[in-house]
């Protein structure tokens, strides 16, 4: 029997990923527009780093424009151990150091971990009776004894696809039994999951960031606006247009993308990552907060606009009053013509 740990961590860099392009391995039952319709990845080369007294390699890849992909395998003797979160653990500091050398950060980023095993003649289900416990502290990385409820709310959220294979999903990693080890495209479709979560919160911040600074326009009174020279009221105008078709035009990418992964087996195990990861309430919160700016859009245009509509009414009152200082002026002149 094989055991294996991987583990990812996906992060925010502030330096566009580029590299070669690979696309992702062929998913059981997955539709024929699966490898077109899914984000890709770009090879981005490999580190070296000795943990234990072990080499274990870490693969860089990336998700343009800005996302990077730290992955780590290894064999393990022992997947059903507490000590495997002791490795995990000194494998996620190693994986974060390289994002922090890149320029991410740990706010901005997702990890992630996939206990795999395989080479096995019996049900799966017999591992997971007989290893419950450590199963689900494994999933949920903690080190003490969960409760049973806990435990048995964890083994849940699961997935058959053959007699002898089951994937069990949770929040930070996931344990995949199959007795051929064919492992990788479901971790590339539970590596999609985290990706779409990020994704989401990226947008998420970048929307408040918008909100903020486009809702600074509204607290001028529109009477004032007119005051504001033409560079800084098309200046402003032109911010807020950018950040509400931005924001809309991003959130559709991260629509589509989640509606072509599929029917079959994929789109069953993604859909069972998503409920995990809770990606159905950060869309509805960042469809809220499109619809704030979408106000705040209106209120800005309709200020834009009274302030053009007082300023041609004070030209009119200016002009007004300059016609009338010629009239006087001219009657004046032609007071003392007639007088001298």
């Given at each position: 029997?094989?055991?294996?740990?991987?583990?990812?961590?996906?992060?925010?860099?502030?330096?566009?990923?580029?590299?070669?392009?690979?696309?992702?391995?062929?998913?059981?039952?997955?539709?024929?527009?699966?490898?077109?319709?899914?984000?890709?990845?770009?090879?981005?080369?490999?580190?070296?780093?000795?943990?234990?007294?072990?080499?274990?390699?870490?693969?860089?890849?990336?998700?343009?424009?800005?996302?990077?992909l730290i992955q780590a395998?290894?064999?393990?003797?022992?997947?059903?151990?507490?000590?495997?979160?002791?490795?995990e653990d000194k494998i996620?500091?190693?994986?974060?150091?390289?994002?922090?050398?890149?320029?991410?950060?740990?706010?901005?980023?997702?990890?992630?971990?996939?206990?795999?095993?395989?080479?096995?003649?019996?049900?799966?289900?017999?591992?997971?009776?007989?290893?419950?416990?450590?199963?689900?502290?494994?999933?949920?990385?903690?080190?003490?004894?969960?409760?049973?409820?806990?435990?048995?709310?964890?083994?849940?959220?699961?997935?058959?696809?053959?007699?002898?294979?089951?994937?069990?999903?949770?929040?930070?990693?996931?344990?995949?039994?199959?007795?051929?080890?064919?492992?990788?495209?479901?971790?590339?479709?539970?590596?999609?999951?985290?990706?779409?979560l990020l994704r989401h919160?990226?947008?998420?911040?970048?929307?408040?960031?918008?909100?903020?600074?486009?809702?600074?326009?509204?607290?001028?009174?529109?009477?004032?606006?007119?005051?504001?020279?033409?560079?800084?009221?098309?200046?402003?105008?032109?911010?807020?247009?950018?950040?509400?078709?931005?924001?809309?035009?991003?959130?559709?990418?991260?629509?589509?993308?989640?509606?072509?992964?599929?029917?079959?087996?994929?789109?069953?195990?993604?859909?069972?990552?998503?409920?995990?990861?809770?990606?159905?309430?950060?869309?509805?919160?960042?469809?809220?907060?499109?619809?704030?700016?979408?106000?705040?859009?209106?209120?800005?245009?309709?200020?834009?606009?009274?302030?053009?509509?007082?300023?041609?009414?004070?030209?009119?009152?200016?002009?007004?009053?300059?016609?009338?200082?010629?009239?006087?002026?001219?009657?004046?002149?032609?007071?003392?013509?007639?007088?001298?």
């Amino acid at each position: 029997m094989k055991h294996q740990l991987t583990t990812i961590v996906l992060g925010e860099v502030p330096k566009a990923v580029r590299g070669e392009i690979f696309p992702p391995h062929a998913v059981k039952k997955a539709p024929h527009y699966f490898e077109k319709s899914v984000p890709h990845q770009l090879a981005l080369g490999q580190e070296k780093v000795n943990i234990g007294g072990k080499e274990i390699i870490f693969q860089l890849k990336g998700y343009p424009p800005d996302i990077l992909l730290i992955q780590a395998s290894l064999d393990v003797p022992n997947i059903f151990s507490s000590q495997i979160l002791d490795l995990e653990d000194k494998i996620f500091a190693e994986s974060y150091k390289i994002l922090k050398d890149r320029g991410g950060s740990e706010a901005w980023s997702e990890m992630y971990s996939f206990f795999a095993v395989s080479e096995y003649e019996t049900d799966p289900e017999h591992f997971v009776k007989e290893h419950a416990s450590i199963i689900a502290s494994l999933l949920k990385s903690e080190k003490f004894k969960l409760d049973e409820k806990e435990v048995e709310y964890t083994l849940q959220t699961q997935i058959k696809y053959a007699n002898n294979d089951l994937t069990i999903v949770d929040w930070d990693g996931a344990f995949l039994f199959d007795p051929k080890g064919d492992h990788e495209s479901s971790i590339e479709l539970l590596v999609l999951a985290n990706l779409q979560l990020l994704r989401h919160r990226i947008l998420d911040r970048q929307l408040d960031e918008r909100l903020a600074k486009t809702a600074k326009l509204t607290r001028v009174p529109s009477r004032k606006l007119f005051l504001f020279k033409n560079k800084e009221l098309s200046e402003g105008l032109r911010e807020v247009i950018k950040n509400r078709t931005t924001s809309i035009s991003e959130f559709q990418v991260l629509e589509r993308e989640i509606k072509l992964i599929g029917d079959w087996y994929s789109a069953r195990l993604y859909d069972l990552a998503t409920k995990k990861f809770k990606l159905a309430e950060w869309r509805i919160s960042i469809k809220d907060k499109l619809e704030s700016l979408e106000d705040i859009f209106s209120i800005v245009a309709e200020n834009f606009s009274v302030s053009g509509k007082e300023r041609v009414e004070w030209v009119q009152i200016i002009g007004f009053f300059i016609l009338q200082i010629g009239w006087f002026l001219l009657i004046v002149l032609e007071f003392f013509y007639f007088t001298r």
